[in-house]
């Protein structure tokens, strides 16, 4: 477990180390209100793998987004689910066997899916410029 309160920049560095301990099956559920940091967590992390020039758009409209990294990524973001069976249709099973799978809003997926999780939880502090972050194994 790590807990600690990170720059930006520390947040992306440690978003690189922690992607380099994942494998094929690994699952991260990432936590945190609007604004915590969650995609820039997962955005650091895929271009840690692919290099930095890769642009990593949020999957707030899209809902997930797919990366041909070593092993591949899937990273979504559930925001917009409105009811959890809407889920059936964005091929969580694949990415769960043939990937790293990142999720935003995991609570909106219900009880469709429980995989085993790491979990990696943003809070906003009194000083905007650094997070809580919280990081949890399965
Ligand atoms: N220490 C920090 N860690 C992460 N993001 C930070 C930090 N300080 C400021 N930010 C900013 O907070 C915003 C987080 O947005 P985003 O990652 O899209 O949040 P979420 O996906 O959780 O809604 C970004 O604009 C980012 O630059
Ligand atoms: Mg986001």
């Known amino acids: 477990m790590i807990e600690k309160t990170v720059s930006l920049s520390e947040l992306e560095s440690l978003a690189s180390d922690f992607v380099r301990t994942l494998k094929q099956g690994d699952v991260v559920y990432m936590m945190g209100d609007l604004g915590a940091g969650k995609t820039t967590f997962v955005r650091a992390a895929i271009q840690s793998l692919l290099g930095y020039d890769e642009a990593v758009p949020s999957p707030t409209f ?44 995991p609570q909106n997926m219900g009880n469709v899916y429980t995989p085993k999780h790491y979990r990696v939880s943003l809070e906003t502090t009194a000083n905007t410029e650094r997070r809580s972050i919280t990081i949890t194994a399965p």
């Open 62 to 105: 899209t809902l997930v987004q797919t990366y041909d990294s070593t092993p591949l990524i899937w990273h979504y973001d559930l925001y917009r689910i409105n009811d959890p069976e809407e889920v059936l249709e964005l091929g969580l099973d694949e990415a769960f066997n043939q990937g790293i799978t990142f999720i935003e809003w």
